[in-house]
């Protein structure tokens, strides 16, 4: 039996649409994904977020009716409080563009609009491996270097709507330092994305010809941080090294972040994880960012603050979107 | 006349007990300073700050019993809900003693408790540079860094009580970086306060035969950020150089503050200036705070993100207990 009300997450990417049907305590009653068709703009998506909603499947004694409010979260730039899409770079048909006042009126419910990043980190919060922290900076590693920082009731969105842009973090301040692709030199997004562990693995290979990885590249492979993680489970050096540096710039990242804002933990998702939870090679990289980043911060901060992996997968933006709406809804 | 109701805040430091009488729009309407006498101990201080309170000069028309609350601000290491100092370095015979309680037994009024630095942040949030601002980052450079960081009504406490050690942000990884009091290499600490800017200073005069930095020391005075302040003022080059690059390593921990938590503006108080608003060294100073951190933030950030010095000067510890009886009090 759903735990009604019932709130509607919606995750909009650059690619696909995710739309669940979420219940007060958490649980996914009916989901679906849709792509964003993002060249067709943002009236013909909010038309077919609209239909997938009238389609899923309410449970027994429930209705669409019993939806009291929905949560939208999507990628940046964007202006929260006013609901709009400024610039954002993986919607450029979307530019300026009021999505949370369109969606509301399109499905005629209250909608409440948040980042991508804390949309994700508020549903690790609620019911992910941040479930029994009262504060929490979630990092995500994808393509870049996403965060969402929860410190109680708080979501720390920003006065710019740019709060918690952690893969900006500098963690390397030498002259050698990477450029992000912000422009900036040093950035943790330089290091510690798939983008980054490529670029930091392509610069390497050549020193390294014993590599692994050399014969698939050989084979007309595409280097990725897939095949990097892959080739360190099956025991290269090389590949391995990329694999703990990445978990060295991290734990310096983690390590300001603690002691600035001295949260219950720091929960780790994304696809970049190096195998996760289950995998020999995710652990070592796990460890090796709790030992960097314990080596750097207070003792009882290092004894206290947990440092782990997420739970939630995929779905943690559009749970947390739910969330969101759940808890924020006026 | 006094805005009732009134609101007592007591900055209790290693030296002195600060504490005013303050109105519900942040008038200090009496305040007085007693010595702490820190090795006769908590009871004894808190006697005498009871004694003080009954003394205070209170407005026409109000009395003692117009205060409803008291705010009392302490150097960590504290348990801030607890109301415990734990092992606080610059109270070391109040090891482990339940200070709020302490205190509240012997008024006889609702006592809330807060780290030094949170309630200096607040004091400028209430009614100082932070008026305008609906988030803001405090640091504050004297013997230490402290900080303290406001998010709308949140104040970053922190689960452990260590909420906004920013003093303990790395900003420099390279091998040569500075060892801060904590043990740590590369904290903004061990660059930017006062014990810091002493030690580069220290370590740099060798090279700077033509300072005249010199001259002072060989009249056996002590060398001091001051001194270093005066100098620099004078137009000595060393000093100036120091000045110029304490305000670089600020620029970086600021821009990395700016990057995680994008607040309205950030304020910088304590002592060590350099001469502060009024001065053209202390003017340049902040100027090149302000260019450093923008130079490594979004231009958007950049451009809105507000950085300026504090304007409560030694009060605002006082001031902002005060305000955060007036606005946390059960």
């Known amino acids: 039996m ?7 997450g919606i995750d909009l990417g650059g690619t696909n649409i995710k739309i669940g049907l979420i219940d ?11 792509p964003t068709l993002e060249s067709e703009g943002p009236q013909n998506a909010i038309q077919r977020c609209s239909d997938a909603i009238d389609q899923l499947q ?11 409010a929905v949560g939208l979260a999507t990628p940046g730039t964007m202006d929260i409080p006013g609901g709009m899409l400024l610039n954002p770079p993986n919607l450029p048909h979307w530019c300026d563009f009021p999505v949370r006042d369109a969606l509301a009126k399109q499905i005629g419910l209250h909608v409440e609009f948040a980042n991508d990043g804390t949309a994700a980190a508020y549903g690790e919060f609620w019911i992910g491996s941040g479930q029994e922290m009262s504060s929490m900076i979630f990092l995500t590693l994808g393509t870049g270097v996403g965060c969402g920082i929860i410190i109680g009731e708080t979501l720390v969105q920003g006065v710019n709507s740019h709060g918690a842009e952690c893969g900006h973090l500098v963690v390397d301040y030498s002259d050698s330092a990477r450029i992000c692709g912000c422009g900036q030199p040093g950035h943790l997004e330089a290091y510690a994305s798939a983008t980054g562990v ?16 050399n014969g698939r590249l050989e084979q007309d492979e595409r280097l990725s941080a897939k095949m990097v993680s892959e080739e360190a489970a099956k ?23 603690i002691h600035t804002i001295d949260p219950s933990g720091v929960v780790l998702g994304g ?8 995998s020999s090679l995710g652990m070592d990289f796990l460890n090796e960012i709790r030992r960097v980043a314990r080596g750097k911060i207070f003792p009882v901060l290092a004894e206290r603050t947990r440092i782990d992996f997420a739970r939630l997968g995929s779905v943690a933006g559009m749970v947390g979107a739910a969330g969101i709406a759940r808890q924020f809804q006026a």
Do not use: Q, W
């Open 235 to 257: 025991g290269d050096v090389f590949a391995r090294e990329i694999v703990l540096e990445t978990a060295m710039y991290l734990g310096r990242g983690i390590a300001d972040l």
């Open 58 to 68: 309410y449970p027994s004694a429930t209705a669409r009716s019993d939806v009291v």
């Open 271 to 278: 696809a970049m994880n190096f195998g996760g939870p289950r």
């Open 2 to 8: 759903a735990n009604a009300p019932l709130f509607i």
């Open 24 to 34: 007060s305590l958490g649980n996914i009653h009916d989901r679906c994904s849709i």
């Open 198 to 213: 490529v670029k930091r693995t392509a610069d390497g290979l050549a020193a390294h010809r014993d590599s692994t990885l």
